[in-house]
């Protein structure tokens, strides 16, 4: 638990907070770069960048604020700061043979999944819809603040989302689960960047 003691001792630099806090944060932290990042060498990378703007931040943290929500939008603005330096490489990436997409998704056959499947499949989205899903879907970011936040209109946030489910709807079928419901709308959107 980290306590007003804590986040004092860490405000002058004492070793033995930092860690502390550090070891306090370490699972909320790690699980939100996890979600975003493709491998563990990656997510700890941007893990620790946040965990070090966190420290440098401290005495800069709103009054009243909550700590862990605080350190939270952190780490996740590190993990969009990470996404932004990388975004010019990463667009050269393409996917072969990108399966076409329904827009109109069933909500509930995600309801159903196990949180490590869930997690292994939305860890191989593509990185675009990856961060737009978990900003949405996991985060609670409304589509303004993500399309604001990836220097994306809100309409291609909205499409990311729907793309995200879509393929994770394939990627869980295919590995055993039950076929999901069938979508309404059978169309492919214009790829949108």
Known sequence: MVTEALIQ???????????????ALYPM???ICARYERNTQDAAATLNAGFLKILTGLNARPSGA???AWARRIVINTVIDRYRRERPRR??????????????VANDYLKEVEAEELRRAIASLPPMSRNVF??????GYPHAEIAELLQISEGTSKWHVNHARTLLK??????GRETPPTPKH????????
């Open 9 to 23: 001792g860490c405000i002058q630099r004492d070793e033995r907070a930092e860690y502390a806090l550090y070891k």
């Open 186 to 193: 059978h169309e492919q959107p214009e790829r949108v960047r």
């Open 29 to 31: 932290l790690m699980g």
């Open 66 to 68: 909550p700590f862990e």
């Open 134 to 139: 978990n900003l949405f879907a996991i985060d």
């Open 170 to 175: 394939r990627a869980l079928a295919e590995r």
């Open 91 to 104: 667009e050269h990436e393409q996917l072969v043979d990108d399966p076409p997409t329904e827009i109109a």
